[in-house]
């Protein structure tokens, strides 16, 4: 079982870093780090009034 589980992460960690490396590329760019800058602004308004009228 644990042997199982260290599969699993080791597949998880190969997965994340070629995300973390995705996320670098975009970063570069100054037009695309604030395309994403506004992007999480709006995901986390969305969630902030999401909660509010829960």
């Known amino acids: 079982m644990l042997d199982q589980m260290g599969n699993g992460m ?3 960690r190969g997965i994340m870093s070629g995300t ?3 996320f670098k590329k975009v970063f ?3 037009s695309n ?3 994403c800058t506004l992007v999480m ?5 969305f969630l902030i009034i999401y909660y509010l009228f829960r």
């Open 28 to 30: 570069e760019k100054k």
């Open 20 to 22: 973390m490396d995705r």
């Open 33 to 35: 780090r604030k395309m």
């Open 10 to 12: 080791d597949a998880t």
């Open 41 to 45: 602004a709006f995901v986390v308004s």
